[in-house]
T-cell receptor
Framework: NAGVTQTPKFRILKIGQSMTLQCTQD?????MYWYRQDPGMGLKLIYY???????DKGEVPNGYNVSRSTTEDFPLRLELAAPSQTSVYFC????????????FGEGSWLTVV | DAKTTQPNSMESNEEEPVHLPCNHS???????IHWYRQLPSQGPEYVIH???SNVNNRMASLAIAEDRKSSTLILHRATLRDAAVYYC???????????????FGQGTILTVHP
């Protein structure tokens, strides 16, 4: 199993550009998550999904969109990038029971200039 | 959301035990207590989890209070590689499945001195 795979690892965007962060997991996990982490801060939940076709907002959803058309993929779309979206983004997944481990990707470092 | 409270930071010396506390007074009877850690420039990684009984694995031990309102992650002999941010989170159990939303607090920054 590759686990949770995020691409790209690094990206520089100009203000106003749009991009998609890709996240794929091969563990047949129901739940998937997107977090952002600003320097020296904790993880903030952007969006999450409990299954294909189901998504919901987290703590900081503004400026982002997601979709979950398959169990494996959970892309995060940034529309009209702003400097405030400069951050490290982590994708995570887990099965649906409370005892299941959460698996994280390695992160995507995004800079908006 | 089920809330946890952790100290902002703790320090330890290498090869000494470390006890990282977590308060979760709003925990429900079937919620699981999970611990994750985040090494510098990496994604968080699983450490340990438990429900009621104390748990041990190769990385750490988890001591859960009898009333389950607090828990302690124990690193038996800290090494420099254990320097990380440690997160205590609750995963809410809901009749065989679990609540989807999952938020993290600030965690505890553990500094290990040589």
């Amino acid at each position: 199993n590759a686990g949770v795979t995020q691409t790209p690892k690094f990206r520089i965007l100009k203000i106003g550009q749009s991009m998609t962060l890709q996240c794929t997991q091969d563990m047949n996990h129901n739940y998937m998550y997107w977090y952002r982490q600003d320097p020296g801060m904790g993880l903030k939940l952007i969006y999450y999904s409990v299954g294909a076709g189901i998504t919901d907002k987290g703590e900081v959803p503004n400026g982002y969109n997601v979709s979950r058309s398959t169990t494996e993929d959970f892309p995060l779309r940034l529309e009209l990038a702003a400097p405030s979206q400069t951050s490290v983004y982590f994708c995570a997944s887990r099965l649906g029971t409370a005892s299941n481990t959460i698996y994280f990707g390695e992160g995507s470092w995004l800079t908006v200039v | 959301d089920a809330k946890t409270t952790q100290p902002n930071s703790m320090e330890s010396n290498e090869e000494e035990p470390v006890h990282l506390p977590c308060n979760h007074s709003t925990i429900s009877g079937t919620d699981y207590i999970h611990w994750y850690r985040q090494l510098p420039s990496q994604g968080p990684e699983y450490v340990i989890h438990g429900l009621t009984s104390n748990v041990n694995n190769r990385m750490a031990s988890l001591a859960i209070a009898e009333d389950r309102k607090s828990s302690t992650l124990i690193l038996h002999r800290a090494t420099l590689r254990d320097a990380a941010v440690y997160y205590c989170i609750l995963i809410i159990n809901a009749g065989g499945t679990s609540y989807g939303k999952l938020t993290f607090g600030q965690g505890t920054i553990l500094t290990v001195h040589p």
